[in-house]
């Protein structure tokens, strides 16, 4: 037997301003033993997503004018399954490549350093700053050997600062004290896991739900600009496509993205390419803007202001928005124009230090859960904001941070009460679904987003990256998804959430 703590929902659900009876809407059950780690990953998994789906069902009961909350159940298995979605998914039968070999921890002369180099120009800047040419015919295997023995050389502060200085990605690997008395750590400290406030006034709108009914999903004739990267972002944008969300990401033809990610976060999306300091491609966005009802942008606080991106500028010029803003390091202290990842935070913050192994050797958790978590949250706050939009106006800005959701987790989440030792082994093929899709067959994790009974599915299969025109998806006329169904193996078992050496990018 197991009792689920609801305290992390209770406590999330009142930061975004919600009427703490409606959590009483939420159930939770399935398997015991899942996403075990020496910190509450598992519950704290379960909150983001209990508070996305109740979020989720306020806003379908407000577009239809009121009445009973729908009931939310989450299910630990399906939370499981899409927290580590990266791992299950399969495109034309293949699977997503694990860490670029440059990405993972070192020894250093003092500690450990964690690097993270899985995209192009950050391998070329991290190799810069340590004086190394690239593999060229050594290959890999030697590059990371001569790596490793400047590494060893170095303190672990001083190859922190040298690398960041350079444009690339490494951080020392520290323990909670440690974080807790860096000026980051010591700034983070004193923030909330989040925040959702009304930045301007502005008057209530109603987007058009399609038939001129009541709406089938709660994000159904919602306008989503898509401005993010990696996982956290476009987990939440992700699950705004589930909801009924048109959603659209925009980058930059100059900074490419991996496919493989693409293929994982890119469900229900479209996708395109728009340079802003172009004129052309600048009046376009501007027209895309000008009928969004949300934008979300996950770049490195400031990167994007020369744009005109800042949540006041958007303010001022589509009164009415829901803004959500989503950093490594948060808006603030002296890294808060820094670049970062999910791998990174873990390190930075104490979490590689609580989650060694026996040797001592910095560990990892289950899953890229800062990414998902907070990918999690941030949806649920831009559902929040859409039911405070449509009840007294106002434009909305919620802010968060993966360094935030760290210490969230590692502070304050409640544990549940067991009555037995976990096996951490579940079936995860109830959780898996299999369609066919424009690039080939594709197994993924369902969304364990879920209310009033319903198991939502995403209306479109990932593409390619950029390929899409930069235009609503309402204006290409309907698009019609193909059959799923649940996946089956060729030989069943049972799926254990180890933990891996280095994770996903």
């Known amino acids: 037997m197991i009792k689920r703590s609801t305290e992390a929902t209770d ?17 939770f059950g399935g398997p015991a033993g899942t996403l075990q780690a020496r910190l509450p990953v598992r519950e704290m998994a379960r909150s983001t997503v209990a508070v996305c789906a109740l979020a989720a069902a306020e806003l379908a009961a407000a577009r ?34 694990p860490f670029a070999p440059l990405s993972r921890f070192w020894r250093t002369a003092d500690g450990w350093l ?48 040298e690398i960041h200085a350079a444009g690339g990605l490494a951080v020392t690997v520290r323990t909670p004290h440690e974080w807790a008395v860096h000026p980051q750590g010591a700034a983070v400290a004193q923030r909330p896991l989040l925040s ?51 959603v659209l990401r925009v980058d930059s033809p100059s900074l490419p993205e991996s496919q493989e990610a693409h293929d994982d976060t890119g469900f229900g999306k479209r996708s395109t390419t728009l340079d802003l300091a172009r004129a052309a491609d600048r009046a376009t966005f501007e027209e895309l803007l000008a009928t969004a009802d949300v934008v979300v942008t996950g770049y490195r606080p400031g990167a ?65 859960a800062l990414d998902h978590g907070t990918g999690y949250l941030l949806a649920a706050a831009v559902l929040r904001g859409l039911t405070d939009q ?19 987790l590692a502070r304050s989440v409640g544990r549940d009460e067991q009555d037995a030792s976990p096996t951490g082994a579940y079936e995860v093929e109830p959780w898996l679904l299999e369609r066919p899709g424009p690039l080939g067959p594709v197994r993924y994790a369902r969304s364990p987003v879920a209310f009033d009974g319903r198991s939502l599915d995403w209306a479109r ?18 698009h019609r998804p193909g059959p799923a169904r649940r996946f089956v193996p060729a030989e069943r078992g049972t799926d254990h959430e180890g933990r891996r050496p280095h994770g996903r990018p």
């Open 11 to 27: 406590h999330v659900w009142a930061l975004l301003g919600g009427d703490p009876a409606r959590t009483a809407a939420v159930h």
């Open 64 to 97: 239809r004018g009121g009445g009973p909350l729908p009931a939310v159940r989450v299910d630990d298995g399906a939370v499981a399954a899409a927290f580590v979605s990266e791992r299950h998914l399969r495109v034309a039968g293949r699977a997503a490549t």
């Open 114 to 161: 964690r690097t993270h180099a899985n995209y192009p120009h950050h391998r070329a800047r991290l190799l810069a700053a340590l004086g190394q040419p690239d593999a060229g015919a050594d290959g890999d295997e030697a590059l990371a050997a001569r790596v490793a023995d400047v590494l060893a050389a170095r303190e672990a502060a001083q190859a922190e600062e």
């Open 196 to 246: 959702l406030e009304r930045i301007a006034d502005a008057a209530v709108r109603t987007p058009g739900g399609g038939s001129g009914g009541p709406p089938a999903l709660p994000a159904e004739g919602l306008r989503v600009l898509d401005l993010t990267r990696v996982i956290a972002g476009p987990v939440a944008t992700r699950t705004l496509a589930l909801l009924g969300a048109d």
């Open 304 to 368: 994007l202001d020369r744009h005109g991106l800042s949540p006041q500028a958007l303010a001022e010029r589509r009164p009415g928005l829901v803004i959500g803003q989503l950093s490594a390091w948060g808006t603030y202290g002296p890294w808060g124009g820094r670049r970062g990842f999910d791998s990174l935070v873990q390190a930075a913050c104490g979490i590689a230090a609580v989650e060694a192994g026996p040797d001592n050797r910095p560990g990892v958790l289950p899953a890229q």
């Open 390 to 408: 449509r009840t007294v106006g106002g434009t909305y800005l919620a802010r968060l941070a993966l360094a935030q959701t760290a210490a969230w």
């Open 461 to 478: 299969l990932p593409g390619r990256w950029g390929a899409d025109a930069p235009v609503w998806g309402g204006d290409q006329g309907p």
